[in-house]
Nanobody, 123 residues
Framework: QVQLVESGGDLVQAGGSLRLSCAASGNIVRITAMGWYRQAPGKQRELVATITSGGTTNYADSVKGRFSISRDNAKNTVYLQMSSLTAEDTAVYYC?????????????????WGQGTQVTVSS
């Protein structure tokens, strides 16, 4: 069974930094795209950043220049380094990944979400 587990969420003051981690585990064959999304109270979930297996990144305009996504393919882990945090960054942050895995001798691909980690920025 494949799962994603996030960590690193915390309460931080405005202007501060945090680093989120998300580790995938299970009978994994390959992970293609990985990414971070966030959902603030009363708002829809939105894309924060994505990264391909080759390292190509994409960021929401609101986080460009402040957030950096990276991944360690050997550890099946994706990171989100966040700096210059503001109250508008307060949200539950979710990890997402497209994962191919082995089941009953077959290779299958599904999209997975983590359970979310809370980031709260106090102003």
């Amino acid at each position: 069974q494949v799962q994603l587990v996030e960590s690193g969420g915390d309460l931080v003051q405005a202007g501060g930094s945090l680093r989120l981690s998300c580790a995938a585990s299970g009978n994994i064959v390959r992970i293609t795209a990985m990414g971070w999304y966030r959902q603030a109270p009363g708002k829809q979930r939105e894309l924060v950043a994505t990264i391909t297996s080759g390292g190509t990144t994409n960021y929401a305009d609101s986080v460009k220049g402040r957030f950096s996504i990276s991944r360690d393919n050997a550890k099946n882990t994706v990171y989100l380094q966040m700096s210059s945090l503001t109250a508008e960054d307060t949200a539950v942050y979710y990890c997402n990944a497209e994962i191919s895995y082995r089941q009953y001798g077959l290779s299958r691909t599904n999209n997975y979400w983590g359970q979310g980690t809370q980031v709260t920025v106090s102003s």
